[in-house]
Each structure stands twice: as C-alpha cells, then as structure tokens.
C-alpha cells in the first residue's frame, strides 16, 4: 500500500523540485540536493557543507530547546537557534518529522497562508476575542498596536513571516524573515500589548533632551539589545531590561531621530 503523504508535504516537495528552489523554513534553509532535503541554519547558507557538523535527524530535537548562550527558545522561529550542523533526509516522512521539530506548526502554517482564498486573523478581530487581563489589549489605539507589533515581531527576534496586520498596516516581506507565515498574534505579542497598555496608563514625565542625548539613548538602547541577559526567560516581559520592551522604547523614539541612528542589527 502507498505511504500516505499529508497535502501541506507534498506541496512542500513540489514547491522543493523546481529548478534551483530554496525556502527559507523560519530560521532554516531547506532544499533539495539529488534525491535528499538538506537542512541548515539560514546563516549558514553559504558555509562550506565540510565546516559544519552533521546532524541525524533523530537528534535535531537537541538543537532546538536552547540557543548557544544556554537561553531557552520557547520561540522556535526565533532566529538563535544554534549554528555550525547540516541535517540530511532521504523520505518525506522523515522530512516532515525534521521540520516539525525545527519548527512545530510551519509546515501547516505555510500550506494553510497557500491556499485560495486564505485570510490572516487582523489584529483588531483577534483583540476583540480577548478576556480576562487579555482584554484591556483591544483599548490600544492602531499606532500604538503598531509600535508593539514593530517591536515584537522585528526580525531580531522572530522569523515568521507575519500576514496579520493592525489596519492597513504593512504585512513582513520573505526576505526580511521567511517562508513560514504567522497567521495570528502569537502570546508573547499579546502579552507585550497587555504590557504596553499598562504603561501607557501610568503616570507621565516630561524630559527634554538635545538631540545628542537622544542619540546616546538610542546607542544604549541598541547596546543593550544586543547584550541581552540570557538568564531572562524569554516570555517574562515584567523585566523592564526585556529585549523586546526596549524595542518597543525605540519605537517610541522613532519619531524624534533618523531612522538609520536607531538602527539594531537583526
Ligand atoms: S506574533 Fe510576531 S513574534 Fe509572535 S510568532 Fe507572529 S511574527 Fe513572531
């Protein structure tokens, strides 16, 4: 009897089989080498298949729980995943399974964003569903919803390609992140909008700062996102060192500086 292969597979395949096909799986380059898939880290992608380790696919699971500074990744599209291995796969079954444990849901998101007719849930709807402490996110105005989603979805920390938007907001393009759609808010977005509404609520300063002091604010910023503690649990927003509320700091500072000043490495 024929091996059943799931539709969003071999939609996968096919997509793989045409002349010099790449995807971009979340933080992975996925392609067809002869009769095999090959899987590395994007970053890897021009290194020489000799200089990296390789990985069996039965033992890709050990890659993905930790990033290289011991950080745990609840986030596995988050592009730390470790670096440095190459991963073969001769059948599809085996290519699912590695694709499932690099990214767990990407396939189905990727075949679901494919088909006819497919619509992302927009942010609005999907604060509108919220209860409990959730339910205050819907009391965000569109720009500042946008100055979260900016800061939670930045490419530094997410590769999903995010389809969803806040209005008529831009969607993320392929190249800034991947192949691999997000198709709704995710809970850490929903949990930095809670964050965002409740700073919002508080108590307002008002500081004047020359342009040269803004400047330096922004290079602090940039320097501490690049310096991030490691031991900071991911989806622990309350910290107010938390890479992505400093992000969202230098969204709000957007508009007083030049774009390119508050650049951060993604
Ligand atoms: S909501 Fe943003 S951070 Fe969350 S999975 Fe989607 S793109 Fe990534």
């Not at 986030?75 to 059948?91: D, F, I, S």
């Not at 800061?151 to 192949?179: I, P, Y």
């Amino acid at each position: 009897m024929p091996l059943f292969v799931h539709p969003a597979l071999t939609s996968l395949i096919q997509t793989l089989s045409l002349p010099s096909a790449i995807l971009r799986f979340g933080p992975v380059q996925l392609t067809s080498i002869g009769p095999a898939y090959q899987l590395r880290h994007l970053l890897d992608a021009t290194t020489p298949i000799e200089s990296l380790r390789i990985v069996e696919s039965a033992s890709l699971r050990d890659l993905v729980n930790h990033a290289e500074n011991k950080a745990f990744r609840p986030n596995k599209a988050a592009p730390n995943l470790v670096r440095g291995w190459v991963c073969q796969v001769t059948t599809s079954n085996e290519l699912g399974n590695a694709l499932e444990t690099l990214l767990p849901g990407g396939l189905a998101d990727w075949f679901a964003a494919s088909q006819t007719g497919f619509k992302s849930l927009d942010f609005r709807t999907f604060a509108g569903r919220q209860s409990g402490m959730y339910r205050t996110v819907d009391s965000l105005s569109d720009p500042d919803a946008c100055e979260v989603t900016r800061a939670c979805c930045h490419s530094r920390f997410c590769s999903r390609r995010r389809l969803w938007t806040v209005g008529k907001s831009e969607t993320d393009s392929v190249l800034e992140k991947s192949d691999v759609p997000c198709l709704e808010p995710c809970a850490l977005l929903l949990e930095l909008a809670r964050r965002a509404h409740r700073l919002n609520q508080q108590e307002r300063s008002t500081v004047t700062l020359s342009e040269g002091d803004l400047a330096t604010l922004a290079a602090a910023i940039n320097i501490a996102v690049a310096h991030t503690d490691p031991t900071l649990p991911e989806g622990d927003l309350s910290d107010s060192g938390h890479p992505r509320r400093l992000m969202l700091l230098r969204e709000k500072l957007l508009p007083w500086l030049p774009a390119t000043t508050l650049s951060v490495e993604g």
